[in-house]
């Protein structure tokens, strides 16, 4: 079975790839690296001793990816744009590469009979809890562009299994990735100054940065700072094969990828401290704008479906991804 991979290069395309070609599937990483580095599929060809074909392109462009999907059995498609701050300053630009780039992947689908797609969604799409933990049946509600975007391509795939109930499609909603492949070749290397917690932590550690700003301990929690459902991305990568292998007949479904447990700020920076022995200095500031006190999953419907849950906890995320973080001081360079 050969997998079109569309953002392959990027943190968990990279990581699901591992996950693909050692379970015996061939992979064609189509990206842009406006997010990645070439370097990441290097490090998974080491990490596999198996080769990845890699072509260099745009999902917008749909006359290069109908090309480029030839001979390709199913999709994954990651291929995005994921900053929730950056989405609120340039929304069009979200609304062009996510909902107009994935209608052109689609199109390009089409036009080669490939119906197979498992597409990376985000828990962004629930919105603010109106209970927890969030199921897939909990209403859907954004509060920002990037997640009108994953919002929008969800009712697309529902629309387009509607039109054509021979598609195979797997929608996954994915909680709080992070940490990195166990040898540490390969993880998460954000660009410029990190949004998301594990990231910024990774990089006080390392000497990057001074302190972490903790954002807000005054929420209703059990010690005041938000609380999220962390998920390692082998979890995550695993989580990918499980849809594929469950895509044997035609549906659209969304499975919630989450461990199913919610952890704090400072239990994610305790747990951090005690896995690598490194200080994490942090100041406690204003709570950031659009965040909610607490969110994780009911992974029920994947343990059902895809005979699939998280088996790596907490301390094996803050250990692996201290691992790429030790071993690539400046990320990939
Ligand atoms: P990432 O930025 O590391 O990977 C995305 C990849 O897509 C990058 O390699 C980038 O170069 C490529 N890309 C972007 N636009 C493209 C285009 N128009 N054509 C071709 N390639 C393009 O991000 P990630 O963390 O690996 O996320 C992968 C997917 O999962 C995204 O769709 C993201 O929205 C979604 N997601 C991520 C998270 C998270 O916290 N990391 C959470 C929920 C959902
Ligand atoms: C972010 C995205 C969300 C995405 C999710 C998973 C925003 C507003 N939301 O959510 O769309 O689906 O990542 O990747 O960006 N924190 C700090 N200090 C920091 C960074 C974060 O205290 O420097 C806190 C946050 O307030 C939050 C927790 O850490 O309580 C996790 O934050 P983050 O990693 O950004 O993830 P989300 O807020 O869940």
Redesign the pocket.
């Known amino acids: 079975m050969k997998i079109f991979i569309?953002?392959?290069?990027?943190?968990?395309?990279?990581h699901t790839c591992v996950e693909l070609l050692n379970a015996g599937y061939e992979v064609v990483v189509?990206?842009?690296?406006?997010?990645?580095s070439p370097q990441a599929l290097q490090r998974v060809e080491k990490i596999t001793g198996k080769s990845v074909q890699f072509i260099q392109?745009?999902?917008?462009d749909e006359t290069v990816t109908t090309e480029a999907i030839q001979g390709c059995d199913g999709v994954i498609?990651?291929?995005?744009?994921?900053a929730v701050g950056e989405s609120v300053a340039k929304p069009l630009d979200y609304y062009e590469?996510?909902v107009y780039?994935t209608l052109c992947l689609l199109r390009a689908m089409q036009s080669n009979n490939i119906k197979t797609i498992v597409f990376?969604?985000?828990?962004?799409v629930y919105g603010d809890p109106e209970y927890l933990p969030f199921d897939e049946i909990h209403p859907l509600r954004t509060t920002n562009p990037?997640g009108q975007t994953?919002l929008v391509i969800e009712e697309i795939l529902r629309d387009l299994y509607k039109s054509d109930t021979s598609w195979k499609i797997m929608i996954l909603?994915?909680?709080?990735?992070v940490g990195a492949h166990e040898s540490g070749l390969i993880g998460?290397d954000p660009q410029g100054l990190p949004n998301?917690l594990m990231p910024f932590v990774a990089q006080v550690a390392i000497g990057r940065r001074e302190s972490l700003n903790v954002f807000g301990d005054d929420y209703d929690t059990h010690d005041g700072t938000g609380v999220r459902d962390y998920i390692h991305v082998m979890d995550l990568a695993s989580g990918h094969l499980k849809a594929l292998e469950a895509l044997t007949f035609p549906q659209c479904t969304a499975i919630n990828l989450g461990s199913g447990i919610g952890y704090s700020v400072l239990d994610l920076v305790n747990a951090f401290i005690k896995a690598t022995d490194k200080p994490i200095p942090f100041i406690i500031t204003p709570r950031r704008e659009g965040d909610i006190a607490e969110f994780y999953a009911d992974p029920t419907l994947a343990k059902n479906l895809l005979g699939w849950s998280a088996q790596r906890n907490l301390d094996q995320m803050c250990r692996d991804t201290w691992n790429f973080q030790s071993q690539n001081p400046q990320g990939y360079v």
């Open positions: 569309t953002g392959g290069a990027g943190y968990i395309g990279s189509y990206d842009n690296l406006s997010n990645s392109g745009d999902i917008r498609h990651f291929a995005g744009l994921k590469n996510n780039g990376s969604s985000s828990a962004t990037y994953k909603r994915y909680f709080n990735p998460e998301n």
